[in-house]
């Protein structure tokens, strides 16, 4: 075995907790990738770093963990990690991974950490688009993404944390309420954008928020936050 994939599973045994055991966490994480056509794409700034420190966090912890991303890979191989580049692939995988947890699992985790593009191409060009046939100004028309978090289906034993990220600081906590209650979720880690912990930064803070409170993590590295999303989620 590789020494990183020692290190880590002489981790887990150090820091595992018996709630975690047989409990199933599932992560998504990074930007969706839509086609323009064969060559081009519509994408976003989501590097995937937050998710793969969750990942890493509740393998710790003692979870069986799988994530889902089109970004970082997680720490080790004994995390299983699933490829996806667009939003089909991404709830194609989640939902296949959620219908094979559910008979077996001590309970589960979705941390829908993912930045789905909420619009995509209306049509995907085969073959390379050109500029000769497109004319001096072209317009791209997009149309609205299927919502991941509203087609997974619900169940008691599977808790779900979304992700919100925002610009405006004064409606953020608003939105994420919104949210937690519109798309029937059970926590939001709520990322108040700043040049500090902007897209593809290291360090993040998060408002966690529940229908009962909201608990705000101070700026810090990822895997530091992603301990704490940990602790927070285990009494949901
Ligand atoms: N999400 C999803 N499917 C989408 C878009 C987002 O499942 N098509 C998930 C994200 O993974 C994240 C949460 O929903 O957990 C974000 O919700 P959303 O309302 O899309 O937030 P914003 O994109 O910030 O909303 P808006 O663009 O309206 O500000």
């Given at each position: 075995a590789d020494v990183e994939d020692i290190f880590y599973h002489c981790a887990k045994v150090l820091l595992r907790?018996?709630?975690?055991?047989?409990k199933d966490v599932i992560i998504t994480g990074g930007g969706t990738i839509e086609k323009i056509d064969d060559v081009r794409c519509l994408t976003n700034f989501s590097s995937g770093k937050q998710a793969s420190a969750l990942a890493l966090a509740y393998f710790l912890k003692g979870a069986r963990v799988c994530l889902i991303t089109s970004g970082e890979s997680p720490a080790t191989k004994a995390i299983e990690c699933l490829h996806v580049k667009s939003t089909d692939e991404l709830l194609k995988e989640l939902l296949n991974k959620i219908s094979t947890i559910d008979?077996?699992?001590?309970g589960a985790y979705l941390v829908m950490a993912a930045a789905v593009s909420d619009y995509l191409p209306s049509i995907q060009h085969k073959g390379k688009l050109k500029k000769e046939a497109l004319g001096e100004n072209y317009t791209l028309e997009l149309k609205q993404n299927i919502d991941v978090l509203s087609s997974i289906p619900r169940s008691k034993t599977l808790k779900i944390i979304g992700f919100k990220a925002e610009m405006d600081a004064e409606k953020a906590h608003e939105h994420a309420k919104a949210m937690l209650i519109k798309k029937a979720l059970d926590a939001v880690c709520l990322n108040i954008i700043t040049e500090e912990n902007?897209?593809?930064?290291?360090k993040n803070r998060i408002d966690f928020i529940t229908k009962e409170k909201t608990i705000s993590l101070p700026l810090s590295n990822k895997e530091s936050i992603a301990r704490t999303i940990v602790e927070l989620s285990a009494p949901l």
């Open positions: 907790e018996s709630f975690w055991n047989d008979a077996t699992s001590n902007g897209f593809g930064s290291d």
